[in-house]
């Protein structure tokens, strides 16, 4: 018996799922067909289990997140909320880059943390009486034809498991009874949408005072993930310690910013990722003394160091990484530096733990940078305040769907099992500031993703070198091997 499994996956299309026959032989005086069934994949206009099963299980609205994951967030949301509450969370604005061409969209991250939707022009509502209510795109064939399917109000129902859904047009009509009878009405300020604000009954709640930000709910539910973000972010750190690995090798014969910061990205998506978490930082030389530096456009000279903040977004998560080395694989007079941002990096992640604070963490970071700099003759005064023009930032930020993610979570809140945090101390010397001339204009960072334990710390980005010595070996490879012969048959 032969059994033939065809599969095609595209959208829209019926698909043969099993046809099962026997091979004609003499033996047999006919060929025996069994029957065979279709199905037909519905686009809603983003990835789901039927139209890439690659990247989905069973029961899952976005890759990882699972339908009752995404349900039990709005059952913790109503809770979070005042009693007869109403909160509002439009998806993010299409940007424009020119008058016909938009910005490759990326959704807000409080409303697809709410409701799974991957695309723009809908407003999410949430209340303790009705559940989620998804007001969504009307049908628009016009618009479809140049941009494909966009998700309905079957797909709110279907899919999205909205409690309620309304199509955009019927906001108006539906909308203001439900802020009528909210008792203070929260909403997203940084998606803030005309289609509801502009709505009479929004305006008389935020003349009386009963509008609030709804930003202090959502950053409380995301500080902590779950298992499953976990996991996401575990693999978003990996696929972009994989890549940068394979950026610092490709440094070695093509030390140009611009290359560095095309094959970063290239690696990132190569592996699954969506995008990248920001615009690459590659600091060649005195650009690395520029924190978000973001012109990546010179070429690195023989004996500079290149500074690579780089990130990448794996179904809705992010990572976020720093590594500083010498294409060349020379270390020379910036070793002592590099040794103590290094040795404040390790020390600082073993402060990580439950009850530690970022703010504690980033003192501790000050006070080593402060006599670091002092030992090498960087500052004359370990306890000048011109130290800050060395290092104004923070010693890092929470992570997860955003960049720095959950923002009104304050830093000098005690973490807590699940919470992901950056360590990322640095050194960053302008031309212009009077230390020891071979020190001007010279950069240095070194970031980790760390995330919280219940013992402890668990670092993310561990498998990406940071030590001198693996720096080395991984630079200076091809010259080990061409010295000694037998290393080359060995490793082939």
């Not at 009752?68 to 880059?97: F, Q, W």
């Not at 909308?175 to 709505?199: C, R």
């Not at 610092?248 to 990722?273: D, H, I, Q, T, W």
Request: aromatic letters at 8%.
């Amino acid at each position: 018996m032969a059994t033939l499994l065809l599969r095609r996956r595209v959208p829209g299309a019926t698909y043969l799922s099993k046809v099962s026959s026997r091979v004609f032989s003499p033996k047999y005086s006919s060929i025996k067909c069994c029957k065979y069934a279709t199905e037909r994949i519905v686009d809603i206009g983003q990835p789901t289990c039927r139209s890439h099963p690659e990247l989905f299980s069973e029961g899952e609205i976005t890759s990882g997140i699972s339908i009752h994951e995404y349900i039990s967030r709005r059952k913790k949301l109503i809770e979070l909320l005042p009693e007869r509450s109403l909160a509002i969370i439009a998806s993010a604005p299409v940007k424009m880059m020119t008058d016909v061409v938009p910005y490759s969209f990326r959704q807000d991250a409080d409303y697809l943390y709410i409701t799974g939707c991957l695309q723009p022009g809908g407003v999410a509502v949430i209340t303790d009486e009705c559940g989620l209510c998804m007001f969504m795109p009307d049908p628009d064939p016009h618009g479809e034809a140049w941009e494909g399917p966009v998700a309905g109000v079957d797909a709110a129902l279907n899919y999205f498991k909205a409690d309620k859904s309304y199509p955009m047009s019927k906001l108006h009509q539906v909308l203001p009874e439900m802020i009528g009878k909210a008792s203070k009405v929260f909403h997203n300020i940084k998606t803030v949408s005309t289609s509801y604000t502009d709505l009479e009954s929004f305006q008389r709640a935020m003349n009386s005072g009963k509008v609030k930000d709804l930003s202090c709910y959502t950053h409380e539910l995301r500080w902590i993930k779950s298992p499953s973000e976990l996991k996401l972010m575990r693999q978003s750190a990996s696929i972009a310690c994989q890549s940068l690995l394979q950026t610092m090798l490709f440094s070695r014969m093509n030390p140009e910013e611009s290359k560095l910061s095309a094959k970063v990205e290239y690696e990132c998506k190569m592996r699954g990722a969506q995008r990248m978490a920001f615009n690459p930082v590659v600091g060649g030389g005195a650009n690395g003394s520029v924190i978000h530096y973001s012109r990546n456009d010179k070429k690195i000279q023989h004996g500079d160091f290149v500074l690579m903040d780089v990130g990448c977004e794996l179904h809705g998560y992010l990572s976020d990484l720093t590594r500083t080395w010498p294409p060349c694989g020379s270390f020379s007079f910036q070793e002592a530096l590099y040794e103590l941002v290094l040795e404040t990096n390790k020390e600082c992640i073993k402060l990580c733990k439950p009850g530690a604070r970022i703010q504690e963490i980033h003192n501790q970071s000050v006070q080593m940078l402060r006599r670091g700099c002092k030992q090498l003759g960087i500052l004359k005064d370990e306890r000048s305040n011109i130290y800050h023009q060395l290092n104004p930032t923070s010693i890092g930020h929470y992570l997860g769907m955003d960049v720095h993610d959950c923002a009104s979570i304050s830093n000098d809140r005690p973490l807590q099992p699940g919470v992901v945090i950056t360590i990322e101390p640095g050194i960053y010397i302008p031309i212009s500031f009077n230390a020891p001339e071979s020190y001007r204009g010279f950069g240095i960072r070194i970031e980790d993703e760390v995330l919280i334990t219940e013992t402890g710390y668990e670092v993310l980005t561990a498998s990406m070198p940071k030590e001198i010595s693996h720096i080395k070996s991984l630079l200076n490879f091809d010259n080990i091997r061409s010295e000694i012969p037998d290393l080359r048959a060995a490793l082939s």
